[in-house]
């Protein structure tokens, strides 16, 4: 059991859950600090969380909410009445054969229970009808064989970090969760692979490889708490991606079970392999819709052995978005190149020790990273690179130690939650350009938010031209919230516009799925259609996502035995 004190100021919130599933484990224990929330101004306690150390922001977010405005949130899901979406309930002798699969205490059917794996990080919220944690590949594929003989929703779900809805039951159904597949199965070192199981939290993995002086590269934000499944269902990226790719560059085999219960492998252990068709690469970034993720075999490298981390900062926005493309024109092969503006920077600042400049308006966060002598080399040659093609309004810094480097790299990634101090919700947007049009996206973004009155930011992983621009909104200000979705369908336009994608590594979801047509041709997408179809004959898998409006997602479980 666990319980929950939350003290809000007036009066203490007692949460008890006798079954705290992950989600609820991932609590902090101390939400009362700088870019985590502006709302709340408490603490929460834990006791006996079953030894989860990690946080979830998204519950955070939720709860925080819950206190500012409990007609409107939702982990109001507590309660059918509070406003969570419900699709339906279950035949409960489909229940009963779920909990034959996996047991009775990993099959959760309460309304609090449910409310905890209603949610993503898109605000949105979804009552499943039941949720299921499964500890094998073939308890996995006895859940995926009932719903296809009963046609009831599967949706798999990670951490549920995830910003376009993709872990969202929206057609009700069964939300299979990960949590109890969280093993590291092997780590290669002579060949430098590792095999996991989906729901391995991807900063954990890192940090075990750090032991054996190797490296998985791909590094979200939420890495302290997001999975590797989900971050293969939706390709996930990250400030490395500008030298390292992102996930589907590092997984090189799975195995995963197909919608109707079959266990199929695909891809290699090795680094070469070219037997028929490359199923791996089709499925990752599917968002769940093709195939649920079992086991992945990764890639790894070596670890590097030294980095160096500066700091640009710049009085013009113009000037510092510009530099990007330059940077990299130069032969400089930076291992992150990340860009702020003014808005990011001023909801993260107090996060650093040593004040900025008094004029900046935009800075740059670049490291490099090899051997020490790639290190250095690269540090100098940067050094110059800056004195002969930065104007005088640029000053460098560069990080005198780790601490530092800690400091500047939490402050980045504290960006996302932080905004929330700005307004209370967010269209959170992860568009890409060609590197040499960041500077067009981000005058644009500014034009913009000045012609619909709106609060929008614009930071991220310039070194590939993903670029997050957040709008910031009041739901319940109309006016200011219709702006916000007009900014939303503006911004896609330009960005298409510009030779860009509408996403860099959140994907599709129930999000942008009204925008496709802007950026994949008729036959594109009728083709992709049909591979869904192929995969997935009854629709089981993730209904309502990335194809929505067409007849053949509308499809929902019958709730019959």
Same mark, same amino acid.
């Given at each position: 059991m666990a319980v929950f004190i939350l003290v809000t100021g007036d009066r203490p919130v007692i949460i008890v859950m006798l079954r705290p599933p992950p989600a609820i484990g991932l609590l902090l224990q101390d939400i009362d600090r700088p870019g985590m929330s502006s709302?709340?101004?408490?603490? *929460?306690?834990?006791?006996?969380?079953? +030894?989860?150390?990690?946080?979830?922001?998204?519950?955070?977010t939720a709860l925080e909410d819950l206190r500012v405005r409990p007609d409107r949130h939702h982990v109001r899901g507590l309660r059918a009445e509070d406003g969570v979406s419900r699709t339906g309930s279950m035949d409960q002798a489909i229940l009963a054969q779920l909990r034959a699969v996996v047991g009775s205490q990993h099959l959760l059917t309460a309304p609090e229970e449910l409310a905890c794996y209603s949610y993503d990080g898109t605000g949105k919220s979804y009552l499943?009808?039941?949720?299921?944690?499964?500890?094998t590949t073939e308890e996995v594929s006895s859940l995926l064989t009932l719903a296809d003989k009963h046609r009831?929703?599967?949706?798999?779900r990670g951490a549920g970090s995830g910003m376009t809805g993709g872990a969202l039951p929206v057609q009700g159904g069964l939300v299979i969760v990960f %949590?109890?597949?969280?093993?590291?199965?092997?780590?290669?070192?002579?060949?430098?692979?590792?095999? *996991?199981?989906?729901?391995?939290?991807?900063?954990?993995l890192q940090t075990a490889l750090e032991k054996h002086h190797l490296m998985y590269p791909p590094d979200p934000a939420s890495?302290?708490?997001?999975?590797?499944? +989900?971050?293969?269902?939706? %390709?996930? +990226?990250?400030? %490395?991606?500008?030298?390292?790719?992102?996930?589907?560059?590092? *997984?090189?085999?799975l195995e995963v079970v197909l919608p109707s219960g079959d266990i199929m492998k695909t891809g290699v252990r090795t680094e070469k392999g070219v037997v028929g068709y490359d199923l791996t690469h089709l499925l990752l970034g599917s968002e769940g819709t093709l195939a649920v993720f079992t086991k992945l075999v990764l890639r790894l490298l070596p670890?590097?052995?030294?980095?160096?981390?500066?700091?640009l900062t710049f009085a013009d926005l113009a000037e510092a978005t510009s530099l990007v493309a330059k940077i990299l024109q130069s032969g400089l092969l930076p291992c992150t190149l990340e860009y702020m503006d003014k808005t990011a920077i001023k909801v993260v600042k107090h996060l650093l020790n040593s004040p900025l400049p008094d004029k900046t308006t935009a800075l740059l966060l670049i490291e490099f990273d090899g051997n020490e002598e790639e290190v250095a080399q690269q540090t100098a040659r940067f050094n110059r690179f800056v004195r002969d093609r930065a104007g005088s309004g640029c000053q460098l810094r560069r990080a005198a130690n780790e601490a530092e480097r800690t400091e500047l790299w939490q402050a980045r990634r504290s960006i996302s939650p932080a905004t929330f101090s700005l307004r209370p919700d967010k269209i959170s947007e992860d568009v890409v350009v060609p590197r040499s049009k960041i500077p067009d996206l981000s005058n644009f973004c500014e034009q913009m938010a000045a012609e619909l009155s709106l609060i929008i930011l614009t930071f991220g992983h310039a070194g590939d031209g993903n670029i997050h621009v957040n709008i910031m909104v009041d739901k319940e200000n109309r006016k200011e919230y219709e702006n916000g979705l007009k900014a939303k369908e503006k911004l896609f336009t330009?960005?298409?516009?510009?030779? +860009?994608t509408l996403s860099g590594e959140h994907g *599709?979801?129930?999000?942008? %799925?009204?925008?496709?047509?802007?950026?994949?041709?008729?036959v594109a997408l009728a083709v992709q259609k049909q591979l869904k179809k192929l995969f997935d004959p009854n629709n089981i898998l993730n209904p309502g996502k990335i194809f929505p409006d067409d007849e053949y997602s509308k499809l929902r479980h019958t709730g019959s035995g």
């Open positions: 709302h709340l101004r408490g603490i *929460v306690r834990r006791r006996d969380i079953s +030894g989860h150390q990690h946080i979830d922001l998204h519950l955070v499943p009808d039941a949720v299921a944690l499964p500890a009831f929703p599967v949706i798999p %949590s109890r597949m969280n093993q590291i199965i092997e780590i290669d070192t002579e060949n430098m692979i590792a095999v *996991v199981e989906p729901g391995v939290i991807t900063g954990e890495l302290r708490f997001c999975t590797i499944g +989900g971050n293969a269902a939706e %390709s996930a +990226g990250g400030p %490395s991606a500008v030298k390292y790719g992102v996930t589907r560059d590092y *997984v090189i085999g670890l590097p052995e030294a980095r160096a981390t500066f700091l330009f960005v298409v516009e510009l030779g +860009g *599709v979801g129930i999000t942008k %799925s009204a925008f496709l047509h802007l950026e994949i041709d008729p």
